[in-house]
């Protein structure tokens, strides 16, 4: 099985930022894409950034030239730098992940979810 931890929530003041990290752990051969996903109260589960094993990144609308997916593939790590937050962005962030055991054998894991909180 695969465990996903997630760390760098709290709470911060619009304008600032935050680094989310999340560090995949377990029996793994391959993890195609790393994804952040977040969920504000009465939401919607939504993507926020994914990232390729090639590198290739996705953002979502609400957050592109704020914030920046990458990935560390030595450490099965992947990162989620937050500037210029905004109240907007307060949500549950959870870490996803689609690993690889054999090309037939593809599974999906989430993170326990980091709460991220911006207000004055």
């Known amino acids: 099985q695969v465990q996903l931890v997630e760390s760098g929530g709290g709470s911060v003041q619009p304008g600032g930022s935050l680094r989310l990290s999340c560090t995949a752990s377990?029996?793994?051969?391959?993890?195609?894409?790393m994804g952040w996903y977040r969920q504000a109260p009465g939401k919607e589960r939504e993507l926020v950034a994914i990232?390729?094993?090639?590198?290739?990144?996705n953002y979502a609308d609400s957050v592109k030239g704020r914030f920046t997916i990458s990935r560390d593939n030595a450490g099965n790590t992947a990162y989620l730098q937050m500037n210029t937050l905004k109240s907007e962005d307060t949500a549950v962030y959870y870490c996803?992940?689609?690993?690889?055991?054999?090309?037939?054998?593809?599974?999906?894991?989430w993170g326990q979810g980091t709460q991220v909180t911006v207000s004055s």
């Open positions: 990232i390729t094993s090639s590198g290739s990144t």
């Open positions: 996803n992940a689609e690993v690889m055991y054999q090309l037939w054998d593809r599974r999906e894991y």
């Open positions: 377990g029996t793994i051969f391959r993890i195609n894409t």
